[in-house]
């Protein structure tokens, strides 16, 4: 055992236990680099199993939503902000890097008008993040609302249709699953919430989900690279990507996810385990028991910032009502 580095959370459980393990619990990682965000390392699958044997063997809860019951997303001690101006709220960076890192999300209340959402640009690059361009055509900021017309694709030469543009539910899945490598984060900036009750925004942490999968099925997808689709309307010159759908990370324990079902080749991979843990994964998602927890109406609302670990959590939307509804999403990688 002492051969082993595990993740700080499973060392300090294992410790409290009597079990000596080769982690230090001072080797705090440091989240904050340069007023950013610090990329990390994945765990072993070795570390990954035996972390997990533990933690099932010890009764860690499950906490998915019943299906009648719905929750509201409660957010963790300093993650809320409010920039009352625009270079205040820059000056403020560190602590929005700081609850993006720890928590995996900071909630900013703006106290000044941002039309075109240009202070989510700059607070991204402040933080000494890197902004992701959304395809050929579109650069950083992608509109998130009913847009019919779509946008021109030069994989097809013509328009393109979008998920995020249509007013149908977009169910749980994380951001840009389809890139050889998915941006760690994103933010949205609410420029026109769906007054009419719909567009409800929901989260799912990834931990809560894979507690609740067989410990094959973690097994798999922690080994599995699938080939994923790249949409038409995200097109960058490539058509598919490989990936694995589940990875953990070794600094800090927390399941990482990329995923988006209608995406996925069919079926996902040539492997039976593989394909049978996807759709226990899936089925799982369409459980009306696992409903996640929804934003409340007082923080998903206008002139409001969120930022976002797109992989710690999945999230999804309810379908739209108010056809008005205008959310601005950059999506952007840690510095390296």
């Not at 992701?132 to 328009?159: C, F, N, R």
């Amino acid at each position: 055992m002492n051969s082993l580095r595990f993740p700080q959370f499973v060392a300090k459980a294992l410790q409290a236990k009597g079990f000596r393990t080769a982690t230090p619990l001072s080797t705090r990682p440091r989240f904050i680099r340069s007023a950013g965000l610090q990329s990390t390392a994945t765990a072993s699958l070795a570390e990954i199993c035996l972390g997990r044997k533990f933690l099932l063997n010890n009764s860690i809860p499950l906490r998915l939503v019943g299906a009648m019951e719905e929750k509201y997303f409660q957010l963790p001690l300093g993650t809320r902000f409010t920039a009352p101006s625009r270079d205040l709220g820059l000056k403020m960076k560190e602590g929005f890097a700081l609850a993006l890192q720890e928590n995996g999300v900071a909630v900013i209340e703006l106290g000044f008008q941002d039309p075109k959402s240009d202070f989510m640009l700059e607070l991204v690059e402040a933080m000494g993040c890197v902004p992701d361009t959304h395809s050929h055509t579109q650069g950083a900021l992608w509109e998130v609302t009913y847009k019919p017309s779509g946008v021109i694709s030069t994989k097809m030469g013509t328009t393109a249709h979008s998920r995020s543009h249509d007013i149908g539910e977009f169910t749980w899945h994380t951001d840009a699953s389809f890139e050889a490598r998915p941006p760690r984060f994103f933010g949205l900036h609410i420029v026109h919430p769906d007054n009419l009750g719909g567009g409800i925004f929901c989260v799912l942490p990834a931990g809560n989900l894979v507690e609740a999968l067989s410990t094959r099925s973690v097994e798999a997808l922690l080994r599995t690279e699938f080939d994923i689709q790249v949409p038409a309307e995200f097109y960058k010159g490539r058509t598919t990507n490989k990936g694995r759908l589940l990875e953990v990370d070794a600094a800090t324990g927390h399941y990482l996810l990329r995923f988006r079902r209608d995406i996925l080749a069919s079926p996902p991979s040539s492997d039976p385990e593989a394909n049978a843990a996807v759709e226990e994964l899936t089925t799982l998602l369409d459980n009306p028991g696992t409903t996640g927890w929804r934003f409340p109406d007082d923080v998903f609302k206008e002139n409001v910032i969120l930022l976002m670990d797109n992989a710690r959590f999945l999230h999804m939307r309810t379908e739209i009502r108010d056809k008005r509804r205008l959310l601005r999403r950059v999506r952007f990688h840690g510095p390296n």
